[in-house]
């Protein structure tokens, strides 16, 4: 079955420190990854994505994302958090084959001052 | 309880002729979204509404495409005059204020439309 797995429903970080979000998902096809950021009274805004270039994928607002295949895993990580930075993440998966989009539950970023 | 609901679940639609699409949100949720997702594309934002106002019409494409929530439950989407382009899986998503740390976003399981 395929599946995504966004290990954490709430992450906090004080601003200035770096930021991961954990995504592992669980696919028998070669899968299209997305990270999205949902903030305030906004629709879902696309972070980055891969589609089987490089393996690091440089998304915007300083997130970057690494694929590896071996773990199953494509975290998303950010050198130094802002308060801006405070949203909702959600780890998306596309199945190659059929187009069928699978999301992860999310997770709530908080930023400390 | 129940989730989001869309219906159809699959739509095929020849060229030029209007669609449709339903959004039943969770119950007691206020705020409702509109995405599609086109082959190979992202998501894509359309519209959200904050009961039944529209306070973010930005991702609408055209002027072919339109929203309306009655009541501040259902809504739909329409389509006029279809494109091969419109081809897509359209997604919707409510929450219970639109933002809060107890207002997970729920997703429906789309609607796919194919226009021939």
């Known amino acids: 079955a395929q599946s995504v797995t966004q290990l954490d429903s709430h992450v906090s970080v004080s601003e200035g420190t770096p930021v991961l979000l954990r995504c592992n998902y669980s696919?028998?096809?070669?899968?299209?990854l997305f990270w999205y950021v949902q903030h305030p009274n906004k629709g879902l805004q696309l972070l980055l994505k891969?589609?089987?270039?490089?393996?690091l994928v440089k998304g915007i607002n300083g997130f970057e994302a690494e694929f590896k295949k071996s773990e199953t895993s494509f975290h998303l990580t950010k050198p130094s958090a802002h308060m801006s930075d405070a949203a909702e993440y959600f780890c998306?998966?596309?199945?190659?084959?059929?187009?069928?989009?699978?999301f992860g539950k999310g997770t709530r970023l908080h930023i400390l001052p | 309880g129940a989730g989001v609901s869309q219906s159809p679940s699959n739509k095929v639609t020849e060229k030029g002729k209007d669609v449709e699409l339903r959004c039943d949100p969770i119950?007691?949720?206020?705020?409702l979204y509109w995405y599609r997702q086109s082959l190979g594309q992202g998501l894509e934002f359309l519209i959200y509404?904050?009961?039944?106002?529209?306070?973010?019409k930005s991702g609408l494409p055209s002027d072919r495409f339109s929203a309306e929530r009655t009541g501040g439950s259902v809504s739909t989407l329409t389509i006029q005059r279809t494109q091969q382009e419109d081809s897509a899986v359209y997604l919707c998503?409510?929450?219970?204020?639109?933002?809060?740390?107890?207002?997970?976003?729920?997703f429906g399981n789309g609607t796919r439309l194919t226009v021939t």
């Open positions: 998503a409510s929450s219970f204020s639109g933002f809060s740390d107890n207002s997970p976003l729920h």
């Open positions: 696919s028998s096809y070669s899968p299209s």
């Open positions: 891969y589609t089987s270039a490089a393996t």
């Open positions: 998306v998966v596309i199945l190659n084959r059929d187009d069928k989009i699978i």
């Open positions: 119950s007691g949720h206020t705020a």
């Open positions: 509404f904050q009961g039944n106002s529209a306070p973010d």
